[in-house]
């Protein structure tokens, strides 16, 4: 598999909360042993942002809007209390049984 | 606070080769490996490979494996990509991260690559 499925776009109201699914395989995502998930915010034209990693976990400093999750082969980012600055690309990655990172395709999360 | 600054924007012709560099500050960074990604215009990021600076293992994503090369100097605590012939394809921005326990904590600040004739 060359990238993990994510939805191209979600949109959501600001105080809204929206979530987007990464899906992957039993080689990456699903590989009951890892908990190798990871997330990254992206605004265009800076650097991606680590806000989740091992599936559940958030970086110092990041807000408690963010969570993740893991159910089977699929991984989730929710975002609660939808803020303007919210909006940017969000990426998942997971590690893999060919000792690789894989990434998603990308998610553009539009606040209305 | 951890810093990775990355060189500026390269603009090179079709068959040019290109090294760009990324330099690691505020850690031992000895200690953690370094990787790679790049984003094509418009589209998604994409792992290309990691390096370790204490011994220069080197791994690579199979996209990505034979087309460019991923060294480090641990003495001046820098890590580069580099490739020995461009192609238009090769266009983009190039991150590098900081790799910890199979997520990236830390990013430069991106460098853009453009192959042109």
């Known amino acids: 598999q060359s990238v993990l499925t994510q939805p191209a776009s979600v949109s959501g109201s600001p105080g809204q909360s929206i979530t987007i699914s990464c899906a992957g395989t039993s080689s990456d995502i699903g590989v009951d042993v890892y908990n190798f998930v990871s997330w990254y915010q992206h605004h265009p034209g800076n650097a991606p942002k680590l806000i989740i990693y091992d599936v559940t976990e958030r970086p110092s400093g990041v807000s408690s809007r963010f969570s993740g999750s893991k159910s089977g082969d699929t991984a989730s980012l929710t975002i609660s209390g939808l803020q303007a600055e919210d909006e940017a690309d969000y990426y998942c990655?997971?590690?893999?049984?060919?000792?690789?990172?894989?990434f998603g395709g990308g998610t553009r999360l539009t606040v209305l | 606070e951890v810093q990775l600054v990355q060189s500026g924007a390269e603009v090179r012709k079709p068959g040019e080769s290109l090294k760009i560099s990324c330099q690691g500050s505020?850690?031992?960074?000895?200690?953690?490996?370094i990787g790679w990604v790049r984003q094509l215009p418009g589209k998604g990021l994409e792992w290309m490979g990691i390096?370790?600076?204490?011994?220069?293992?080197?791994r690579y994503s199979p996209s990505f494996q034979g087309r460019v090369t991923i060294s480090a100097d641990k003495s001046i605590t820098t890590a580069y990509l580099q490739w020995s012939s461009l192609t238009a394809s090769d266009t983009a921005i190039y991150f590098c991260?900081?790799?910890?326990?199979?997520?990236?904590?830390?990013w430069g600040q991106g460098a853009l690559v453009t192959v042109s004739s």
């Open positions: 390096i370790h600076p204490r011994n220069s293992d080197a």
């Open positions: 990655t997971s590690y893999t049984t060919s000792d690789t990172l894989i």
């Open positions: 505020g850690y031992t960074f000895t200690n953690y490996w």
């Open positions: 991260t900081r790799y910890y326990n199979n997520y990236l904590d830390s």
